[in-house]
């Protein structure tokens, strides 16, 4: 006999804390959600969840350190410390959240991490509701296709032929039902329809959670089986689904823990990477060879000290030229963020890094001819203020190009030039008739002095 079960599920958090940088979308708020998670712990606890329970992709682990390329020489240690202090973090802020909670990690978590903090054991256990909840720690195969072998296949096995009267609920990443094709991606399991037929012929599977897709799924019933995969806690609002079990049937509601992004409303300044922050040299290799400019790390910390966002919006053609992959900009971009981190401390990260790998005719494939997002089209600022909820009014472009320049003006935003990078060459070569009055500074750390006295 079955009693009244609430759950809450977390799931594709991303977190980063200790680790440098941002995940590889500026659309997953990674370093937000830490600072969200305890209110959605909280809301879950007065919504009168008895267990959260979270399914993956917990940490943001930089794919460069998830795999074993050794391509570029990074100081891999430092990297996994910082990931094992994002896990012991993230246990500190569940342990303090006042339910009970279970988790399992995701292909962006890194195991032997995950691992050191967080017990493998009990692989499943019973709640006095009537309830037995199975966890899997299924893994992505050739291609990223997820599959469950193995142990799980095994576990599998044995709770659906059980001869216990606990009905089961089963946790995993990956996707087991609906089929999401055409996604560009492969989020279901390999044998998706096989387990979705032993799930519901066996009677014993009231309800299946997934993460992994992170736009989520419509709860499903299949006689009396209930999928879901809950939508991504790194997006803003940072979603939280609630599952109340009752009677049979199972219903759903998805809880945004915030009204929007935590840099809704903020003025913000737009700022050119190669050239700007860093020497233009970084532009086509490898993050060995990164270093900063002058002065950038405490521009960007007096700026966002000041309550304003700082966006990196940076055109990355090298990877449509064929030097480097999009992972490889990431981690520059990570080690970017790490350098900035080390010289001003946290707030010298900026809220978002915003990149296009368009080239043109020289691109190395056809998948890399549009330019229509890179600069000087103004796209990049327009998703970054769409997404992040910025104040477009008021907005700055520091660069030292005159695509920057010329990005600003359609945008709206005051172009702003600096003197690094490319900066003296395109001050010796622009139409003084087309950019009169035009704001030029040695450096952005000048740059952002103005910035801060020009708005009081």
């Not at 959240?97 to 988790?103: A, E, I, L, M, S």
């Not at 009752?246 to 809704?264: D, F, I, Y």
């Not at 008021?394 to 003006?409: K, N, P, Q, T, Y």
């Amino acid at each position: 006999m079955q009693n009244p079960l609430t759950i809450a599920q977390i799931t594709d958090l991303h977190l980063r804390r200790h680790l440098p940088g941002h995940p590889n979308s500026f659309r997953r708020r990674g370093r937000e959600a830490f600072e969200v998670l305890p209110s959605a712990l909280e809301l879950a606890r007065e919504r009168g969840a008895t267990l959260v329970v979270l399914t993956g992709d917990l940490v943001d682990v930089p794919e460069s350190i998830l795999g074993s390329d050794d391509y570029y020489p990074l100081p891999r240690e430092r990297w996994l410390e910082a990931a094992l202090a994002d896990y012991r973090l993230l246990k500190k802020t569940l342990d303090a959240g006042g339910v009970p909670y279970t988790v399992l990690p995701g292909n962006h978590d890194h195991e032997p991490s995950f691992w050191q903090v967080f017990a493998r054991a009990p692989l499943w256990f019973d709640l006095p509701q009537g309830f037995r909840v199975v966890r899997f720690f299924d893994r992505e195969g050739d291609g990223h296709v997820p599959r469950r072998l193995d142990r799980e296949r095994r576990q599998l096995e044995g709770m659906l032929a059980d001869a216990s009267d606990f009905l089961q609920i089963h946790l995993q990443h990956y996707v087991i039902n609906p089929t999401l094709e055409g996604q560009g991606y492969p989020y279901n399991y390999l044998e998706a329809e096989h387990l979705r037929t032993a799930l519901v012929a066996s009677r014993k599977v009231r309800l299946a959670l997934s993460g992994h897709y992170h736009p989520g799924t419509d709860l499903l019933c299949e006689e009396g089986c209930y999928f879901c995969t809950a939508p991504a806690f790194t997006l803003a609002p940072h979603p939280m689904t609630i599952y109340h079990l009752e009677g049979g049937q199972v219903r759903r509601e998805v809880v945004a823990t915030q009204t929007g992004p935590l840099t809704a409303g903020k003025p913000v300044v737009f700022v050119d990477r190669d050239g700007v922050l860093n020497a233009q040299e970084s532009y086509s290799t490898g993050p060995e060879n990164l270093t900063l400019i002058a002065g950038a790390a405490d521009a960007v910390a007096r700026l966002r000290s000041a309550g304003w966002a700082v966006v990196v919006v940076t055109n990355q053609s090298a990877i449509g030229l064929g030097y480097v992959t999009e992972s490889t900009v990431c981690l520059v971009n990570d080690r970017l963020c790490q350098l900035l981190s080390e010289q001003a401390g946290s707030e010298a990260i900026p809220d978002a890094i915003v990149m296009n790998a368009g080239a043109g005719s020289r691109a190395v494939h056809p998948m890399w001819q549009d330019l229509s997002r890179a600069k000087p089209s103004p796209w990049m600022l327009e998703q970054a203020v769409k997404e992040l909820g910025l104040r477009q009014d008021g907005a700055f472009l520091v660069g030292d190009r005159e695509s920057d320049l010329s990005a600003a003006r359609t945008f709206g935003a005051t172009p702003v030039l600096v003197r690094t990078g490319a900066g003296r060459e395109t001050e010796s070569s622009l139409d003084l008739r087309k950019w009169a009055a035009l704001d030029i500074f040695d450096d952005l750390s000048t740059a952002v002095a103005m910035i801060l006295s020009r708005e009081g």
